[in-house]
T-cell receptor
Framework: DAGVIQSPRHEVTEMGQEVTLRCKPISGHNSLFWYRQTMMRGLELLIYFNNNVPIDDSGMPEDRFSAKMPNASFSTLKIQPSEPRDSAVYFC??????????????FGQGTRLTVV | AQSVAQPEDQVNVAEGNPLTVKCTYSVSGNPYLFWYVQYPNRGLQFLLKYITGDNLVKGSYGFEAEFNKSQTSFHLKKPSALVSDSALYFCAVRLNSGYSTLTFGKGTMLLVSP
């Protein structure tokens, strides 16, 4: 398996523009996480899906952020409108729940977002 | 709610010396515990995990960690540090079943000097 695949790797956009980050989880995994990493706040969980359903979105900063998982092999994180304080590295991770037991999560390489 | 504490922002150790990176956790139920490592401009890489059984777990690159239920700790250790071990290390916890998010500590920077 190629692992968790995120695109784009880098994104530079102007304030006010819409940004869409994409993630393809590992095949067979049924849990997906979006995290944001900054120097100031470290690694923050934004949202957690299980079987394509959002289970915990309490970490989503505000209404400008939205996430979808239309099927088991694809998820998006959208920011509209983007602001400079959204600049961060965004990670997607996936794991499986096998026989009721949660396994470790595997991370993508991340998307480095810069909003100018 | 579940949480992870990594009390040290940075750990400095000389190459060849043993290293310990500390982690304590809080969770309502039986925990799964994990250590990840992050090199510059890279994603997080899984190092090792504790699920059940032997309290001493061994992982990649010679790392090991000891689960201590009474102290709710899961410290990362290595008998002999390498300069190439220098990186950012994260401890994480989740419940071992059900819908459980994966909660990370703030990370500890390990610097191994030659």
């Amino acid at each position: 398996d190629a692992g968790v695949i995120q695109s784009p790797r880098h994104e530079v956009t102007e304030m006010g523009q819409e940004v869409t980050l994409r993630c393809k989880p590992i095949s067979g995994h049924n849990s997906l996480f979006w995290y944001r990493q900054t120097m100031m706040r470290g690694l923050e969980l934004l949202i957690y899906f299980n079987n394509n359903v959002p289970i915990d979105d309490s970490g989503m900063p505000e209404d400008r952020f939205s996430a979808k998982m239309p099927n088991a092999s694809f998820s998006t994180l959208k920011i509209q409108p983007s602001e400079p304080r959204d600049s961060a590295v965004y990670f997607c991770a996936s794991s499986s729940n096998s026989g009721g037991a949660n396994t470790e999560a595997f991370f993508g390489q991340g998307t480095r977002l810069t909003v100018v | 709610a579940q949480s992870v504490a990594q009390p040290e922002d940075q750990v400095n150790v000389a190459e060849g010396n043993p290293l310990t990176v500390k982690c304590t956790y809080s969770v309502s139920g039986n925990p799964y515990l994990f250590w990840y490592v992050q090199y510059p401009n890279r994603g997080l890489q899984f190092l090792l995990k504790y699920i059940t059984g032997d309290n001493l777990v061994k992982g990649s690159y010679g790392f090991e960690a000891e689960f201590n239920k009474s102290q709710t700790s899961f410290h990362l250790k290595k008998p002999s540090a390498l300069v190439s071990d220098s990186a950012l290390y994260f401890c994480a916890v989740r419940l071992n079943s059900g819908y459980s998010t994966l909660t990370f500590g703030k990370g500890t920077m390990l610097l191994v000097s030659p």
